[in-house]
């Protein structure tokens, strides 16, 4: 197995940002985006990497960009190696196949959840909420209503926007629309609630034709020269659930290609969830990248095939 490339060093070019995947160098009037090998769970970086993680995040990512390319702006200027700065050129093996030259952008601190099905910790604080009420009624979760009948993993009566912020430099915190309206006002939070749930319901739609269900996922917006875009990664199995449409089966947890394999490893060690994370036995190593691959194939390579 190819080894998991862990950190870089551009050396020409000052660190811009270093995130939980991403290494971010600072080209001025640009940025560059490398997706490395490193994989977070609960808010932590694990000490094992993923072979080949990073060039499916970035494929996936510039798939979807083309693929929501009507509905909104992206910071993608281009992945093509052959237009990177001359001082580039030297790194094509570290860049290829997991990099990207992007607009520099001011991050909107909302992070924008699209929910349509019922799972993870939306899942739980339902149940929270409905052991508490013991009443026969809607249920309100961070503003949206649902249903008291939903079983784990049901489809969402409707997508649900669930917005959320960062409470410290670990944690999400998620919120009601009513408070992203008070933090980034309403024009801005409608624009991006709106856009979150158009570029949801086509990526869903496409997803089904190929046998999977996104069944969340988020994105995050930026403001460049004036105008609002999609930044980051979006719909990649770091950023989203994806199920399998064969033998879903509402009432349990689905099968995925994403990471809540590895949550789900993590949750059966004795781990508190605290630095420093447990090292990752090989064969969930393994299995993790096999995950990905599949989300990759289904999603992005039969597609891809078809333009050809």
């Known amino acids: 197995m190819e080894k998991a490339l862990m950190t870089t060093e551009i050396r020409e070019f000052e660190l811009y940002a270093k995130g939980k995947v991403r290494d971010i160098y600072d080209l001025k009037d640009k940025l560059l985006i490398i997706a490395t090998d490193r994989i977070s769970a609960f ?7 993923i072979p080949g993680k990073g060039k499916i995040l970035a494929q996936m990512s510039l798939f979807w960009f083309d693929f929501i390319k009507d509905i909104i702006p992206t910071h993608l200027i281009t992945a093509d190696l052959d237009e990177y700065p001359e001082e580039l050129q030297k790194y094509r093996k570290v860049l290829k196949d997991r990099s990207m030259l ?16 019922m799972a993870g910790s939306f899942w739980k604080e339902y149940q929270e909420k409905l052991t508490s009420s013991n009443e026969d009624r809607d249920v309100v979760l961070h503003g949206v209503f649902l249903p008291p009948s939903l079983k784990e993993s049901d489809k969402l009566p409707s ?41 949801y319901q086509a990526a869903a739609n496409y997803a089904e034709q190929q046998g999977i269900i996104i069944a969340d ?76 691959k599949q989300a990759y194939d289904k999603l992005i390579r039969a597609k891809l095939a078809e333009t050809k």
């Open 43 to 49: 808010d932590c970086v694990l000490p094992d990497g």
């Open 102 to 117: 992007v607009k520099k952008a001011k991050r909107i601190n909302v992070e924008c959840v699209v929910r349509g099905y």
């Open 159 to 199: 997508p649900a926007f669930t917005p959320a912020t960062k409470a410290d430099k670990l944690h999400d915190l998620n919120i009601a629309f009513d408070q992203m309206v008070r933090i980034i006002g309403r024009h801005l939070a409608n624009f991006m609630r709106d856009k979150s749930l158009k570029i």
């Open 217 to 292: 996922t988020k994105f995050e917006f930026g403001i460049a020269n004036g105008q609002i875009i999609l930044i980051d990664e979006i719909l990649s199995p770091d950023s989203s659930r994806f199920w399998p449409m064969k033998g879903y089966k509402p009432g349990k947890p689905q099968e995925n290609f994403d990471k809540q394999y590895v949550r789900d490893f993590l949750e059966k060690t004795s781990w508190d969830k605290k630095p420093p994370a447990p090292n990752l036995p090989l064969e969930v190593i393994k299995k993790t990248k096999q995950k990905y």
